[in-house]
């Protein structure tokens, strides 16, 4: 839960700085005021698409792990002995 809620401030972080620039052109520049909000739009949902995407491979990866081998029981374990003393 909280990596998605990472993903989802990335992007609305993105957002909030592409819309500062956008504040900060004059309204003269219309068309460069227009392509900063697009840029704002497609790049914080793109972030969010992959972002989450890349979430989605990396809980899958982790569920996939092979699990350990089990533990022989100590009870089954024998040691031979040698016969050094003859």
């Given at each position: 839960m909280t990596d998605q809620t990472i993903v989802l401030g990335v992007s609305l972080m993105w957002i909030a700085f592409c819309m500062r620039f956008w504040y900060v052109i004059d309204r003269s520049n219309v068309w460069q005021r227009r392509l900063i909000a697009i840029a704002a739009g497609l790049g914080?949902?793109?972030?969010?698409?992959?972002?989450?995407?890349?979430l989605e491979v990396i809980h899958a990866a982790q569920t996939q792990r092979v699990p350990a081998e089990p533990e022989i029981p100590s009870e089954t374990i024998r040691v031979q002995s040698s016969n050094l003393a003859k």
């Open positions: 914080g949902g793109l972030i969010y698409l992959f972002g989450s995407m890349a």
